[in-house]
């Protein structure tokens, strides 16, 4: 088993910037591919980012792109989402995810572990 753990949300103003920290324990060798969503209250899950085991292919949204960055330590288990010139839209819960299956996947079902999310708020 995988558990997960997200930090880093937070209010923040229109323009500025979060990292999102995903700390990984428990059976974290069985993991390939790690990605981000986000859900706001009364939508769907969507897809914000993910990297592939070694960190060298990343796929992004396209309404984060260009804004957002997703890296990965594998040495301390760790997978972060760097948020630059956020916008009101970008509030939501964002979620970590681990994938056993897929080394590189955007689709929420390839992710088989989920940390509890962090509220992201962004104020214009």
């Known amino acids: 088993q995988v558990r997960l753990a997200e930090s880093g949300g937070g209010l923040v103003q229109a323009g500025g910037s979060l990292r999102l920290v995903c700390a990984a324990s428990g059976r974290t060798f069985t993991v390939y591919g790690m990605g981000w969503f986000r859900q706001v209250p009364g939508k769907e899950r969507e897809f914000v980012a993910s990297?592939?085991?070694?960190?060298?292919?990343?796929s992004y949204a396209d309404s984060v792109h260009g804004r957002f960055t997703i890296s990965r330590d594998n040495a301390k288990n760790t997978v972060y989402l760097q948020m630059n010139s956020l916008k009101s839209e970008d509030t939501a819960v964002y979620y970590c995810a681990a994938s056993e299956i897929r080394d590189y996947t955007k689709r929420e079902t390839d992710f088989g572990s989920w940390g509890q999310g962090t509220q992201v708020t962004v104020s214009s």
């Open positions: 990297i592939n085991k070694i960190g060298s292919i990343t």
